[in-house]
Structure formats: C-alpha cells, structure tokens
C-alpha cells in the first residue's frame, strides 16, 4: 500500500492566521483526500484533491477557508485560512488506488489555536 | 445516502477474551465495507475489507469480519484480545452502485484489560 507522509504532525497558531498542511505520497495516486477529524470523534470529509482542476468541496467546506492544491499525482496542500478556535482539529490526507480499494492515511496534522 | 452505525462508543474486554465491535450500515446499492483502526497520535490503519465472494474476510493483526446483508451488518471480531488492539475503531462503507465517497462511523473505543 501506498506510503503518505504528512507535515507537519502538530502545530500552535495564533488566532487569524494561515497553516499549509503538505501530503506526500510515496507512488502517483489518482485519488486524494483531506479530511478533518474532532479529537475522539469520527472523520469529516473536507474535499477531494483533484489533479490538474479545482478540489471538489463537501458541503459545509468553502474553497476561500480550505484553499486546496494538487500539483500533481504525488502530492497535495491543505490550507486553513484565517484560523479560529473552532479549527483546532486534527487533519488527515488519505488516498485511494482504485474504486474497491480501501483509502490509506497519513499520521495527521494535530493543529491547535490559541 | 450512505450511513454507518457503531452502536457502542466503547467496549470493554478482558485480555484473551474474544471480542466483538459492532457495525451497521445503510446503502442504496451494494456495499463495499472496511474497517480501520487508530492509535493515540496515528492515522487510520486499514484492518479489513468486504468487497464481494465470501461474507467472512480476515485482516490484520488476527482480526476477522462478517458480512450480513440481511442483517446489513459488519461486525469485527477477535478470538482472542490483546492489550495492545486496546485503540478506536472506525467502521466505513462505500455505495459501490452510485460511486461516493466513504462514509465513516462514529467510532467505538476498545479497551483491553489485563
């Protein structure tokens, strides 16, 4: 299975400001991922990274607050805009090799604002 | 639309004790159904997966699943619980007919006492 390397794994920020969230991917994948999970709760999907076109959002999730880029089919950004406490979360990138396959995921962004 | 359901948040085993997580589902289509387990700190780690073929699928670490679908169940199960597999299990489905995105379920922590 694909090997997803996330940074960084944790970060403080200050209230207003901006964190880029990198997932590297160890073999092109056609499907990516970012996902926001509430400590102890269940994931939320953010968007799907799309190569080469804009990341579909789900809704609930705005490109200007979740800004997205897929440069190409390695690897992918997750920002979060403008931070406020309700942020604080852990963000996963995952990603999926085929239709009937399951997504794997990286080790997760830990990110608190204060 | 796509749902999944772990009706206990937590469960609690003796070590060597089998035991059983719980998971349901609900699908337009046909199901396409994992099992994910996270450590404090960590990712998703894939366990299992029921694509199609047999309705009792074995995965990592010893554990096994069973497919119902009329009971449109999922269970995860052990023979025998270590104090290690003590960790938050995720249940998730795909609509394998319509082609969303998975859905996760709340989650269930297990704890293994020795």
């Known amino acids: 299975s694909a090997v997803i390397s996330q940074k960084p794994s944790r970060d403080i920020c200050q209230r207003g400001t901006s964190l880029t969230i990198q997932c590297q991917v160890d073999?092109?994948?056609?499907?990516m991922f970012w996902y926001r999970q509430q400590p102890g709760q269940s994931l939320t999907l953010i968007a799907t990274?799309?190569?080469?076109?804009?990341?579909?959002?789900e809704s609930g999730f705005v490109i200007d607050k979740f800004p997205i880029s897929r440069p190409n089919l390695t690897f992918s950004t997750l920002t979060v805009s403008n931070m406020s406490p309700e942020d604080s979360s852990i963000y996963l990138c995952?990603?999926?090799?085929?239709?009937?396959?399951?997504?794997?995921f990286g080790d997760g962004t830990r990110l608190s604002i204060l | 639309a796509q749902s999944v359901a772990q009706p206990e948040d937590q469960v609690k085993v003796a070590e060597g004790n089998p035991l059983t997580v719980k998971c349901t589902y609900s699908v337009s289509g046909n199901p396409y159904l994992f099992w994910y387990v996270q450590y404090p700190n960590r990712g998703l780690q894939f366990l299992l997966k029921y694509i199609t073929g047999d309705n009792l699928v074995k995965g990592s670490y010893g554990f096994e699943a069973e497919f119902n679908k009329s009971q449109t169940s999922f269970h995860l199960k052990k023979p025998s619980a270590l104090v290690s597999d003590s960790a938050l299990y995720f249940c998730a489905v795909r609509d394998a007919d319509y082609g969303q995105n998975f859905v996760f379920g709340p989650g269930t922590r297990l704890s293994v006492l020795p």
């Open positions: 995952s990603v999926e090799q085929g239709p009937n396959q399951p997504q794997h």
């Open positions: 990274a799309n190569q080469g076109s804009e990341a579909t959002y």
């Open positions: 073999s092109q994948v056609t499907m």
